[in-house]
């Protein structure tokens, strides 16, 4: 039950929950990349190889586009990873209609932040078994 060598690709505005999220994953031995707004994530996405990233965890609430947006704009990519890749959205509003909202854009979980690792980890297991 590990996510070593898992490649995640983390969007994250606020930098220091990236940082600890960077941090924590690390230690974990994923490797993390990480970038502050939905934009760039999506350029992030689109530049790389197919299957550079393993999953995407989404903070919801960014400026510049938000997680949705980036969520939805990706899963549009004329790729195929586009529309199979992970993303995970990470969120202070879990509330039932915002978790139906990510569904409803192609996200494929839902972490309440503050993050709490432990269910991270179960999310990142359960979606990169399949």
Do not use: C
């Not at 994530?41 to 393993?54: L, R």
């Not at 990510?102 to 359960?126: E, R």
């Amino acid at each position: 039950e590990t996510v070593s060598g898992v490649r995640i690709l983390l969007v994250e505005d606020n930098e220091l929950n990236a940082e600890i999220a960077e941090f924590m994953l690390t230690e974990n031995g994923a490797k993390v990349e990480t970038v502050n707004n939905g934009l760039e994530a999506v350029q992030h996405f689109e530049a790389s190889e197919p299957g550079t990233y393993d999953v995407i965890l989404m903070d919801v609430m960014m400026p510049v586009m938000d997680g949705l947006t980036a969520t939805k704009t990706i899963r549009s990519l004329e790729r195929q990873d586009a529309k199979t890749i992970p993303i995970i959205a990470m969120t202070a509003n879990a509330f039932a209609e915002d978790v139906q909202k990510s569904i409803s854009v192609g996200m494929n979980g839902h972490v309440a932040k503050p993050v709490d690792m432990k269910i991270l980890y179960n999310t990142l297991m359960a979606l990169l078994d399949d």
